[in-house]
């Protein structure tokens, strides 16, 4: 008997070191699709380490439910089949409860439509900004799922027109990619910008990857601009960039957010981007902007904070973070309604990095409302997933991004309504 007694001790002694170390082993996976190659991989691999410090962040906390967040990365190729590829893994093999990604909007886009939407799994994009999400919202064909922590182009736009006038640039050429995002752009920018009385003296869109864009340069110099409008990536956006410099085109440039990045300035030389302006979605500062800023770059192993995807990346991992902790576990409908509590505005503010997190979490467990104020700046999702914000005005100098100044959310809400 006392021998059957110490074999039953000992095998309870077991079985609770078994579980403990189950309990430690515990993770929750959330699904990442990015742009890590391709014309959008610089942003592709900001953003992915972005999500990355997010989840180091609340792991550190505690993580949630004693649960570490861990990613499951995949390379989107900056192409949407390959990404839809990715997205269907790990929605139907995997079993991810939510997905962030894409990074471009041609990417974003079919993940959503053919993916996340279907099988309603919550998708958060850092910074797709095309128009179309949200009147896939309006049509009711995003199941309510679909959040993304940056602006619209529809009011991207309008900033865009209005930091054009003031620049003295009165008659354009414009070059744009030619997908969902590049089209959205130019149209939404047109409108704001010949209301405000400038004039399009050509628009040629141009299609990703090829090795020259000669043809394409040639056409948008017809009708003397005053400076070129590019919206593009910085790969393919150096190369039409150094195309027009070689040709003779002046050297006044407005850029969109996505080329506010030191490739395409190293790429085409900054010693021609010094009449070079560009708009792109804002912050409003907190103390989560000075920790990321302050921790980013030796966490991402050199990636500038300035990155255009980085600060929401990081922001949208965590607010999925988060919301899983509220949800009380890897339920995507439940995850879906709590990423509307984790930004509550009645709720205690919280900010980025480890004790801002167990600050979240005990408060999560307590029943409290919590509202992130987040590295972009504290955030409201409207019904289709939107938010407004400021748009920060920039112009290179002598290699560096500079801001210039900001349009904030009402001032451009004001300009789209007089424009309309």
């Not at 959330?30 to 190659?37: N, R, S, Y």
């Not at 190729?77 to 990604?101: C, H, M, R």
């Not at 904070?305 to 902790?325: C, S």
Request: with cysteine; hydrophobic share 40%.
């Amino acid at each position: 008997m006392k021998k059957t007694m110490l074999q039953l001790t000992a095998a309870l002694l077991l079985a609770g070191t078994a579980g403990s170390a189950h309990a430690a082993d515990c993770k929750v996976t959330v699904g990442v699709v990015m742009e890590l190659t391709g014309p959008a991989g610089e942003y592709g691999q900001a953003g992915a380490k972005s999500v990355e410090m997010a989840f180091r962040d609340i792991n550190d906390a505690g993580g949630v439910n004693g649960c570490d967040l861990v990613t499951d990365t995949r390379d989107s190729q900056s192409t949407g089949n390959v990404a839809v590829d990715a997205a269907t893994q790990l929605v139907q093999v995997k079993k991810v409860p939510a997905i962030i990604g894409g990074i471009i909007s041609s990417v974003t886009i079919p993940i959503l439509t053919s993916v996340t939407a279907p099988a309603k799994i919550v998708q958060v994009s850092p910074a797709a900004s095309s128009p179309t999400l949200t009147q896939l919202g309006r049509d009711g064909k995003t199941n309510g799922i679909f959040f993304r922590t940056i602006t619209s182009d529809a009011l991207q736009g309008v900033a865009a027109a209005k930091y054009a006038i003031d620049s003295g640039y009165k008659k354009l050429a414009v070059i744009n990619v030619n997908n969902d995002f590049g089209v959205n752009m130019e149209a939404e920018f047109a409108k704001a910008y010949k209301a405000l009385g400038g004039t399009i003296v050509s628009q040629t869109p141009y299609n990703e990857k090829q090795s020259s864009y000669a043809s394409e340069v040639t056409a948008a110099m017809a009708g003397e601009p005053d400076a070129l409008y590019l919206i593009s990536t910085p790969v393919d956006g150096a190369t039409i960039a150094r195309t027009w410099i070689s040709q003779g085109g002046v050297q006044k440039f407005l850029l969109n957010d996505g080329m506010n990045s030191p490739d395409f300035i190293d790429s085409v030389g900054a010693e021609y981007l010094n009449e070079a302006r560009g708009t792109s979605s804002g912050t409003s500062p907190t103390k989560s902007t000075d920790y990321f800023t302050k921790n980013y770059k030796a966490f991402s192993g050199g990636i500038e904070p300035t990155n255009p995807a980085a600060d929401r990346a990081y922001d949208a991992g965590a607010i999925v973070g988060l919301a899983i902790a509220e949800a009380g576990g890897p339920d995507p409908a439940k995850i879906r309604d709590a990423i509307y509590k984790v930004v509550d505005p009645k709720g205690e503010p919280i900010f980025a990095g480890k004790d801002e997190f167990a600050k979240a979490l005990k408060l999560i467990k307590e029943g409290k409302p919590i509202r992130y104020e987040g590295v972009i700046g504290p955030v409201n999702f409207d019904q289709y997933g939107d938010i407004t914000g400021p748009f920060r005005l920039w112009q290179i100098k002598d290699g560096k991004v500079e801001t210039t100044g900001e349009l904030s959310a009402d001032d451009v809400a004001a300009l789209k309504d007089k424009i309309k």
